[in-house]
């Protein structure tokens, strides 16, 4: 059983019921103030804030080197950020866009920016500020209709009542949840590296399984395609184009035309492009749309791939439409011949997307595009119908053992991630005392 402070007294916060005897309550107002001190050249280093890692530097979060930092034209103006300033995304204040900077460097003259007086440890609030109940706060307080339009100013911000403990006690638990959380966050981070392995073990045994088939026994020939070697005697290789009866194109109906949307046919684009079967989207037109526009009405049961995309550069996203649907300007819909199972065929393009992406990485700079006539004249190889058939069951049989081992490990973090939670909840507010801790594996 944790340590428990000697003494608690009861405090008028809603959410905190006690507080250890000597800590205070009070407003924010008397222990931030609002800097506004802003950058001459913009050539300081660019800060980011999020709700899953605080302030960060910019740049380490892009993908791609060859990204944009931002997107405006300077950064003269930007607000200054010292080591220990408390920054916060006023927009998103309430789902936690905030941190401790632990960097000099600038932000967004959208964010405010807050220096602690002399009673306040910076990394004992930013613990603190990132909790639920801190959020609750700044919600509460937040001006707007709607969570996308929610404001937290800096007046919204100084009104809230906080607990203050003794600085000793600040610096303790941030140093017991430094240590705490690092160990949490290691463990994260080798569950998921985890499942990006099982992940790997998947793709890998696709590819296996349509370019080499079931049997190691079976006899050999050259397919003639350098990437895939031999193949199967019994099985062909074709150009796409020879597999597929029909390519459509998609679109996007006028924004300004109301009586194209908010109809009852879904209309995809890449981000609803997440599940290998799609049944609907958050978007839909109407049927004026697909009689009006470019937008076709794609039969159920076609292969929609994104085609176009920044995703791209990452994954190719292929899917089955179970149900009628429209498609956007960056995707295409497939429908196929006789010759091959559609369910074979995403399999086909899952197992060598990265053969596929690679050609195409050949032909443009940066993968912004899957080139169609590339696409249609890409070679693949096809065994008869009844061993896809045979490879589909064996594809489905793995790929389900994997997926239950990855849905397990997914819960061990969302376990750990409550834990970790909880944790931080009850340092910050003196359900345990941590002030005995010095790098022990408990508190107490």
Partial sequence: MRKRYPKYKPTNIPWLKEAPEEWEVLRYKYLFKEINDRSEKGEEELLSVSQYTGVTVRKDKLEDERD???NASSLEGYKRVDKNDLVINIMLAWNGSLGVSDYNGIVSPAYCVYKGNSQVFSKYFHYLLRTDFSKNDFKKVSTGVVDSRLRMYSDDFFSIYTILPPLP???AIAAFLDHKCALIDTFIQKKTR???LLKEQKQALINRAVTRGLDPEAPLKPSGIEWLGDIPEGWEVKKVKYVITSLASGG???MEKKEFWDGNIPWISPKDMKYAEIFDSEIKVTHLAVEKTSVKLIPANSIL???RSGILQRTLPIAINRVSVTINQDLKAITLNN?????????IIRGIENELLNACRKVVATVDSIEIPYLLDFMIPVPSLEDQKKLLDYIKREEANIDLVISRITREIDLIKEYKSALIAEAVTGGIDVRGWRNKDEAG
């Fill in 194 to 196: 985890l499942i990006e």
């Fill in 252 to 254: 996007t109906p006028s």
């Fill in 169 to 171: 006690d600040q610096r």
């Fill in 305 to 307: 791939m994104v085609v």
């Fill in 339 to 347: 010759t091959i199972m559609f369910e074979y065929f995403i399999g």
């Fill in 68 to 70: 944009n930092l931002t």
